[in-house]
């Protein structure tokens, strides 16, 4: 199981970016999927986690109509579009999985790093003017 997650870069406050996981040595179908992030010295935080099917999804209460993620199964690809984005929101972005046998809750699994199984390398998002 691998995931690498890319589309970071230098953005504008105001500005969009899509971000993206691929995931490789598996079929992503029925994977609960999330996407985390972190600044140095603190604590990971959930941005947002999608269903196995995707059709249940959260996000983190900083990024409630702002953020949307998404998945394409065919791809083996999902993706996290950020409109409106601050300075609070630079970070290193990860994206991130539990076994497709361990289900929850998408707010459970956003709320709790420590329990994903597999990470991806993390893509940095700076937002600065």
């Known amino acids: 199981v691998q995931l690498q997650a890319s589309g970071g870069g230098l953005m504008q406050p105001g500005g969009s970016l899509t971000l993206s996981c691929a995931a490789s040595g598996f079929t992503l179908y029925g994977w609960q999927i999330g996407w985390f992030r972190q600044v140095p010295g603190k604590e990971r935080e959930g941005v947002s986690c999608i269903s196995g099917d995707g059709g249940s999804k959260y996000y983190g209460d900083s990024m409630k109509g702002r953020f949307t993620i998404s998945r394409d199964d065919s791809k083996n690809m999902v993706y996290l579009q950020m409109n409106r984005l601050t300075a609070e929101d630079s970070a290193v972005y990860y994206c991130?999985?539990?076994?497709?046998?361990?289900?929850?809750?998408?707010?459970?699994?956003?709320?709790?790093?420590?329990?994903?199984?597999?990470w991806g390398e993390g893509t940095q998002v700076t937002v600065s003017s």
């Open positions: 991130a999985t539990i076994p497709r046998t361990v289900i929850r809750p998408e707010s459970v699994m956003c709320n709790n790093h420590r329990a994903m199984r597999y």
